[in-house]
């Protein structure tokens, strides 16, 4: 079992529509990650929290806005969004932001723009 | 610039023989190395790692890789497949000075009884 987990596991939402993605990670990690992966390809990197201050935002488009209210808790707050933005959203944590520490994935969030 | 490439996005066996998955990578600095697996409609878990100790690495249920610096290669190994390994497997090169991963387009195994 992950022990990063993602709430919803699936979500369904209209273009005009306002919703969260959630996730929470109780191992004390303190680098936290949304990944976005498109189906048959590898996730692509969109944010990084380190010590629940934003390290990265890979380009993303302001419809996508993360949050992180504490160490634990990670959130990412979906606006007008587009249909080409269904996809898997995975959350992620490690010990910290540093090469070589294993990133622990929840198993995802399935996101559906109609 | 780092990068990875997987050599064959589909690879199938017959259950029991050897499981080879092809990861070549490029970086300017002695990276450090990540093979993932994903099985369907799950995130992403962690096989094994090279960080710059020994070269052989071994993993979760029996997979193994060899870092090979003269061949800028990691590929996996498992010596003999079973059913349950089936499932999408991403190779990641990180630099060990920038934190960030990049991941291979990731292979599809394939394992027929």
């Known amino acids: 079992d992950t022990e990063v987990t993602q709430t919803p596991k699936h979500l369904v939402m209209g273009m005009t529509n306002k919703k969260s993605l959630k996730c929470e990670q109780h191992?004390?990690?303190?680098?936290m990650y949304w990944y976005k992966q498109k189906a048959k390809k590898p996730p692509e990197l969109m944010f990084v929290?380190?010590?629940?201050?934003?390290?990265i935002n890979e380009s993303v488009p302001s419809r996508f806005s993360p949050e992180c209210p504490n160490s634990s808790l990670l959130n990412l707050h979906l606006h007008a969004l587009q249909p080409e933005d269904s996809a898997l959203y995975l959350c992620?944590?490690?010990?910290?932001?540093?090469?070589?520490?294993?990133?622990?994935f929840g198993e995802g969030s399935w996101l559906t723009v109609v | 610039a780092q990068s990875v490439t997987q050599l064959g996005s589909h690879v199938s066996v017959s259950e029991g023989a050897l499981v080879l998955l092809r990861c070549n990578y490029s970086?300017?600095?002695?990276?450090?190395l990540f093979w993932y697996v994903q099985y369907p409609n799950q995130g992403l878990q962690l096989l094994l790692k090279?960080?710059?100790?020994?070269?052989l690495v071994k993993g979760i249920n029996g997979f193994e890789a060899e870092f090979k610096k003269s061949e800028t290669s990691f590929h996996l190994t498992k010596p003999s497949a079973h059913m349950s390994d089936a499932a999408e497997y991403f190779c990641a090169v990180s630099d060990p000075n920038a934190g960030k991963s990049t991941f291979g387009d990731g292979t599809t195994l394939t394992v027929k009884p």
């Open positions: 992620a944590s490690s010990q910290a932001w540093e090469s070589g520490n294993t990133i622990y």
């Open positions: 970086s300017s600095v002695p990276p450090y």
């Open positions: 191992m004390g990690h303190r680098a």
């Open positions: 929290y380190s010590y629940e201050k934003l390290s």
């Open positions: 090279y960080t710059s100790a020994a070269t």
